[in-house]
């Protein structure tokens, strides 16, 4: 199929009317010797075979619906509801382009707004952008633009982020001639001792991520207050934003910038993207946002719409003086969220944080009495939690006989964690299952 | 709207006015005009030093980004900071409320590159068509 | 229309979760950690598909209709690829259960890349990029890794002036300076003007091909030769490759570096502004700096390869928006060696667009074009502006065009038909531009109040941007 509906006749009419006798003549421009004499691909496929040669090839993956999943680290397995596909797909949502043009875009326009409203809610910030590229992403966005309002070029980053995080903010940072500099972790949370020694006058933001990536909870009254003495910005990540149904919003605790990873709201895990990045942050940063941003007016006749707003911050309007080169975002997957976010509303999301807090505890208190395994770090935590084990490779091992997917094992990314498992629970793992995880582990010696 | 005489002018369409060696600056009506409607006036940082001609600030209408270049050589030393949250102030009154910043005048003689209101108005007609 | 947090009523909720099974403990988290408020919406699950639903109709997508927007290539998005992407083996997959476990998408991703080198000459793929943009700063990174291995300060990147926003957005991002290379009339690079700007501090050019005028540029191996005399390198934004995919090969033409938008040219919806994919494919030379990890093949099977020796790092989390390239991977599995139809198609189109129209519209680079063009609005009677014609458009039930750029063109109309549409569907397009026009010279109020039949009319943007409302707050 080449979806192609124009048939010989008609292209021989079309010629005709262009004044040239073949299509060849139309690439006159591209000297003969660069064109292409023979493609090296397959032969076209017929509808039905392309469904089986594709699907065929998603056989040989395990899935959330033939395996259990207890792996985390910045993906996450939550319930999808079938409304959600459902909507999502509806073809005016997903063939449509950005909405330049706002008359004919309002369904787009206002459910970014509406999801404007639902990350600021959960932040605790004044206002979000429309969405990046993903957790990671965006909280590299915010270090640049903390670096520009500081004018500082010091950033200190919690060892205890996400890895995938990290590697993406050193990225950026290299590109920007930013100094990153990584503040130890003390018990599972940010080691506050460390953080003063590091932080000074010339530190532009200090970036940490809550849960952290070890699942705990952090104090972040005390570590923000202590940012902001010396003038310095905060970024606070959030890759498991289940949690803000339950606990209190970096920006109630006056964070600059709060950053993170939409995915868990709806969007399936396919293999780590897309998911959806999110920025909010405090009014008198909205000069620093990056990308699109949809607004409320009215128009010719008074009537209330929407419309992308403060366009020439863009790179399409400031060219070279642009803060940020982003353009295409990940408008689809912020419409599932906000679709995902209704249906879970006030008590959904609550109730599902709950649910995710009390199975993870019950599975970490089962598992620590079995004999060679402990919870490693003695904090607070949400849905995720560090276990020593007698042996990462063994459990793991073990656990997939069973059909078990195991937590993501620390040593490779923090190699004083030897052995040490990072294991997710969610509402998707019922009793039984997590029972089932702690008879196989109770073999692992 | 008239050009005022007491100012001074330039051919980008920026003006000042000098009082006790201290220029305002801002932009003329013909900018204000062309730019369309205002939404953003990037207030340069007071403290900033800034060479004749060369760039202050920005200044954002719906869909353009403009530059606004210093009129004269000097330290900002005041910004008019009502902009922030009325910008329309440039389009309503673009040679009083809608000053931009204070410049500290470091050379009287740079005056001379800039064009008087007379000149001025000679510059624009060139451009009218 | 109401927002859905203005909708519903206390205590409802739109899902089902699974009962708590394990016994409840009270204080997991102390009270000064947990919220107090959250003002989110309380309502059913029927409310919720009734807002979406009448949100989507007002909407207009390239199912709606045709969507002959310029540089955006909104061509039919084939729906096996939304199916094959919702499979469970590739939507339920965690991007860290492991290689052994994720055969199947590892060969996915490697099959994908070797058709991406297939189609671009280029000898490896990065399938990390999450969008065109997000490639350009993969390939600015590159390139700047490059010049600080060779030890050479390179601080200045040349643009053409007919260059997308994000071309020097990207390179600003990474500490170059940009400085703008005019066009010539017939739309080319200006060849003087490139050989005056390439100098020993400029690390290279940046350039559209085909160029965002729709044209080929007829001096494509030339300046690729001027950029490497000064031992530069040549990047080449590949959002306009439809017109020459199967025809043509960028790195034989000389680039070093490129981006393939898989939103465009291979067909993955743009989903009301993204998720998008930007794979950046580079020569022989460049593969050490590529972000890592690629996808490589031994004895056991797929692998994630790390040893990448001068690898920039990463882009972003994990391995990129692998939903969409099962869908670019699903549509040049299907399409095949068929692949040239899509070039060829498009450049058809677009030609069979422009000569018609250029009757009665100022086609200012009159020439054969690729697979789109531009109009400017010279001539427009009544103070009509290209704006207006825009929304007019609208009123027709097609959407617009892209307005306003390229910045060389005045008043810029830049067309983009694309393969999948119809000649029916373009004689029909052509028959309301010249009915619009004909409007503007004697009827032109109803260009100027355009649009009339659309869910809103236009919009105040100054209020707007003046007093910014970007969020509903609970009263």
Known sequence: MDYISTTKKQRKEMLQSIGVNSVEDLFKDIPEKLKIKKLNLNNPLSEAELKKTVSDLSKKNANALEYSYFLGAGIYNHFLPSVVPHLALRSEFYTAYTPYQPEVSQGNLQVIYEWQTFISELTGQDLANASVYDGATATADAMIMTKIITKRNKVLVAKSLNPEYKKVLKNYAQANEIEIKEIEYKNGLLSLDELKKELDEKTASVILQNPNFFGCIESLEEIINLIHEKGTLSIVAVSEPVSLGLLKPAGEFDADFVTGEGQSFGIPMSFGGPGVGFYATKQKHVRFVPGRLSGKTTDSDGKEGFILTLQAREQHIRREKAISNICTNQGLMAVIATIHLSLLGKNGLKEMAELNLQKAHYAAEKIKELDGFEIFFGALFFNEFVIKTPGAEKVKEKLLEKKIISGFSLEKEFPELKDCILFCVTEMNSKESIDTLVEVLKEVK | MDNPKELHYTKEHEWVKIENGIGTVGITDFAQHSLTDIVFVELPEKGKQVEQFKQLTVLESVKSVSDIYSPISGEVTEVNESLSDSPEQVNKSPFENGWIAKIKLKDEKELENLMTAEQYNEYLKTKEH | ?475
């Open chain 3, 1 to 475: 229309m109401k927002l859905i947090f203005e909708k519903g009523a206390e205590g409802r909720k739109g899902v089902s979760l699974p009962e708590l099974d394990v016994e409840k403990k009270e204080n997991l988290i102390p009270k000064a950690l947990l919220r107090k408020e959250l003002n989110l919406p309380e309502v059913s699950e029927l409310d919720v598909v009734r807002h979406y639903t009448k949100l989507s109709t007002l909407n207009f997508g390239v199912d709606s209709g045709f969507y002959p927007l310029g540089s955006c290539t909104m061509k039919y998005n084939p729906k096996i690829n939304e199916d094959m992407s919702f499979l469970q083996g590739f939507a339920l997959t965690h991007p860290l259960q492991g290689e052994e476990l994720s055969q199947g998408v590892l060969e996915l991703m490697f099959e994908l890349e070797k058709a991406l080198c297939e189609l671009s000459g280029f000898e490896r793929f990065s399938l990390q990029p999450a969008a065109g943009a997000h490639g350009e700063l993969t390939g600015v990174m590159i390139t700047k890794a490059f010049f600080k291995k060779k030890e050479e300060n390179r601080t200045k990147l040349l643009i053409a002036d007919s260059s997308h926003g994000t071309n020097p957005a990207s390179c600003v991002l990474c500490g170059f300076e940009t400085i703008e290379v005019k066009s010539d009339k017939e739309g080319n690079l200006d060849l003087e003007d490139l050989k005056e700007k390439m100098q020993q501090d400029v690390a290279g050019l940046m350039l559209t091909s085909p160029n965002t005028l729709g044209l080929f540029d007829k001096n494509t191996e030339e300046i690729c030769k001027i950029v490497h005399e000064k031992n530069g390198l040549v990047y080449c934004d590949g959002a306009n490759m439809n017109a020459i995919v199967g025809i043509s090969k960028p790195a034989e033409q000389g680039f070093d570096i490129m981006h393939i938008n898989l939103h465009k040219t291979f067909s993955t919806p743009h989903g009301g502004g993204g998720p998008g994919s930007g794979p950046v494919g580079v020569t022989k030379e460049l593969v050490e700096f590529l972000p890592a990890p690629l996808i490589d093949k031994n004895r056991k099977g797929f692998y994630l390869n790390y040893d990448l020796e001068n690898s920039i790092g990463k882009m972003r989390s994990f391995f990129g928006n692998f939903g969409i390239l099962v869908r670019a991977f699903t549509y040049i599995k299907g399409l095949g060696t068929s692949l040239k139809e899509v070039g060829e198609n498009s450049v058809l189109n677009a030609n069979y667009l422009a000569v018609n129209l250029k009757k009665d519209f100022d086609l200012p680079y009159n020439r054969i074009c690729m697979h789109e063009f531009v109009l400017s609005d010279k001539n427009f009677p009544n103070q009509v502006t290209t704006m207006d014609l825009a929304k007019r458009l609208l009123d027709y039930g097609f959407h617009a065009p892209t307005i306003y750029f390229p910045l060389i063109v005045h008043g810029a109309i830049m067309i983009e038909p694309t393969e999948t549409e119809s000649k029916e569907t373009l004689d029909e397009f052509i028959e309301i531009m010249k009915k619009i026009l004909k409007e503007a010279e004697k009827e032109p109020e109803k260009l100027k109040n355009a649009p009339q039949n659309t869910p809103v009319k236009r919009l105040d943007a100054v209020k707007a941007a003046r007093q910014p409302d970007l969020r509903w707050k609970k009263q």
